[in-house]
């Protein structure tokens, strides 16, 4: 299926929260340059699957391998620092923040080293130069670098997030619901960035309600029911009927 | 209410908030050349003209306040009542810089009016049992700071929801130690530097206290923008949410704005015990009232994550020169009290237009792009 190694990979991962079984024995690995889409209804588990992907939960058994090594993703902050970025559905932005604020929000570029971080000097000039680079180069347009990223729109502040975590070199991006909230334009460019985030190599999730934008972004679809992974398909036009009857829990 | 700085987390109203482009688009259709694209920009920069005298208007504002009373009582503008005006303003800019910091952080500090008194209050005790000036003025500062410090303490382990029953029982528990520690009665005496910094002048007119205001003013302008831990404190007030899940250490940073709150109390109380030369359980009273006024009419936001040093500035020299035009103009106290009532209220009112007029800028983004 693919030659290459999983950059991140859940094995046998298992989730209780309480008598709930949230995550049952769910295998999952992750490919760089591969769009996988995380398919389920509402209950399924996807959320409980990236969360523990990205250290707001941690699994009951089963291991997380990350380039095959197991870790321990004890917190969200250990998480970032194996090179697994979070989009969060509500996006976790500064709406009061300009977009250099927030990409370098907790981890920013400051002198003299020998300070602890909270005491340095803000070195403007170089965070808002790689911010600016990096938009540029994610072909992502704001309407005013310096304005808070609150005066934006659904999608620019979606993009601005999304370029958030692609400005560290994360080799995994997870997304959670990208264009839930977006009208069709907006969604449009979303996609257009997922697929360039892909072709540098990063290993993207997506989890999505939306049809039509998983057929079209997904490299692979994942499907959950009940914290079981039902299936994994490759998302074709002549899929589809099968992809929606994993979901659904028909007889497909 | 300002929808945008609401945080995103914590509301599903945000969330269809930030929905609604959505259905505008799907209703509009989706057309590159839009007919009528012109329309939209220019309704834009309305739009943008519209906040920018939003932004601007406590600093138009105090502006066109100081002209009018310039033209119509001419003493006003000697520099003698320059000077008058600015050192009855010096301990409210400094309280007010510090209350800043706290609602920034979406917080208040009711307290620091009552701080100031303990502080003056432990000074003259302590320089009446022959305290040397150094340690006078370190306990009156470290007397804020303290109690500041507690406040912060109290707040984030204690796992207070808001800050303004901390501060409250503070604000009491203050003002009962300042009358213990005194008996109830004012104490006489201030060291000969502190009485300097207090009600001296330089140049015949600039009150030495605006010289502190200015050293103030400036640590804090430094502190929220070249230093990383101010940035934070506009990530804790912007999005307390975000800010706990990106590891910014957020518990530790509302301590800190709460101690600097107590440090800037005890520094306005150097400034009070050294203008009368002495200290009294009964100093400072409504003060913090006088600060959070300053704050939100110089254009800081009760919602929390915005503000700055100028906003502070801007708002307590307004107090300060309506103050001192109805004083000159012989007019009651307590009208005082109704026109800064009044101008209140138009602050936080216009804190909301201006809310409203940035979520609509943000709908029209959207329907452009």
């Known amino acids: ?88 559905q509500d996006l976790a932005l500064f709406d009061n923040l300009s977009p250099s604020a ?61 370029a958030r975590v692609t400005a560290f070199n994360a080799p995994v991006v997870i997304l959670d619901e990208p264009t839930a909230a977006l009208g069709v334009r907006e969604a449009r460019r979303v996609l257009d960035l997922i697929h360039r985030l892909r072709d540098e190599g990063k290993a993207v999730v997506v989890i999505s309600h939306a049809m039509d934008h998983v057929m079209e972004i997904a490299d692979r679809a994942m499907v959950m029911r009940r914290g079981r992974k039902v299936g994994e398909v490759f998302p074709t036009d002549s899929s589809r009927d099968e992809i929606v009857s994993l979901i659904v829990g028909g007889d497909g | 209410m300002s929808k945008w700085v609401t945080n995103p987390g914590d509301s599903n109203v945000d969330e269809s908030v930030r929905a609604r482009p959505t259905t505008a688009m799907a209703d509009t259709p989706v057309d590159e050349s839009l007919p009528d694209e012109d329309q939209p920009r220019r309704r834009d920069n309305y739009l943008r003209l519209a906040l920018f005298l939003l932004r601007a208007g406590p600093l138009l504002i105090l502006l066109i306040l100081v002209v009018v009373i310039a033209v119509t009582i001419p003493v006003f503008f000697t520099t003698r009542n320059i000077g008058n005006v600015l050192a009855q303003t010096a301990v409210i800019s400094v309280l007010s810089l510090g209350q800043l910091l706290v609602i920034i952080t979406r917080g208040i500090d009711l307290s620091v009016g009552s701080v100031l008194a303990l502080s003056t209050v432990t000074g003259a005790v302590l320089f009446r049992a022959g305290g040397s000036t150094i340690t006078v003025i370190a306990v009156i500062v470290g007397t804020g700071l303290v109690v500041g410090l507690f406040n912060g303490i109290v707040l984030v382990k204690g796992r207070i929801p808001h800050a303004f029953i901390v501060t409250l029982a503070t604000l009491t528990l203050a003002r009962g130690f300042a009358l213990w520690f005194s008996d109830g009665r004012p104490i006489q005496g201030m060291p000969e530097p502190v009485r ?37 404190i506009y990530a804790v007030g912007g999005s307390p949410d975000a800010a706990r899940r990106i590891a910014i250490p957020s518990s530790a940073v509302l301590i800190s704005v709460y101690a600097f709150s107590g440090l800037a109390a005890g520094i306005a109380a150097v400034l009070t015990a050294g203008r009368t030369n002495a200290g ?48 000159l103009a012989n007019l009651d106290a307590f009208f005082q009290l109704i026109v800064l009532g009044v101008v209140i209220l138009v602050a936080v009112e216009s804190d909301v237009m201006r809310g409203r007029l940035e979520e609509r800028l943000r709908l029209m983004q959207a329907v452009r792009t």
Not at chain 1, 13 to 41: C, H, N, Q, S
Not at chain 1, 133 to 162: E, F, I, K, Y
Not at chain 2, 213 to 224: E, F, K, T
Not at chain 2, 295 to 302: K, R
């Open chain 1, 102 to 162: 927030n990409f370098y929000a907790g981890r920013e570029i400051a002198r003299p080293s020998w300070l602890p971080l909270g005491m340095r000097l803000l070195n403007r000039k170089s965070m808002a130069q790689t911010t600016m680079d990096v938009l540029n180069r994610l072909q992502v347009t704001v309407p005013d670098l310096d304005a808070p990223v609150g005066l934006m729109s659904g999608g620019q502040r979606q993009a601005v997030a999304v």
């Open chain 2, 196 to 232: 300097v910094i207090g009600g001296d002048s330089v140049l015949g007119w600039l009150p030495v206290s605006t010289l502190v205001v200015v050293a103030v003013a400036l640590a804090v302008w430094m502190l929220l923008n070249r230093v990383v831990w101010g940035r934070w």
């Open chain 2, 280 to 327: 009294a359980p009964t100093f400072g009273n409504l003060a913090e009232l006088d600060a959070i006024a300053a704050v939100i009419i110089g254009g800081a936001s009760f919602l929390g994550g915005r503000g700055k040093v100028s906003h502070a500035l801007i708002g307590a020299m307004m107090i300060g020169v309506i103050r001192n035009a109805m004083n």
């Open chain 1, 1 to 88: 299926m693919n030659a290459r190694n999983p950059v991140l990979a859940v094995r046998g991962g298992t989730k209780r929260f309480g008598g709930v079984l949230a995550l049952d024995d769910v295998d999952v690995a992750l490919y760089p340059g591969e769009v996988l889409a995380i398919l389920g209804d509402n209950g399924a588990g996807k959320s409980t699957l990236i969360q523990c992907m990205s250290g707001v939960h941690q699994l009951d058994s089963g291991v997380i391998e990350v380039e095959g090594d197991p870790v321990d993703l004890h917190s969200p902050a250990a998480a970032r620092a194996m090179g697994i970025e979070t989009v969060y």
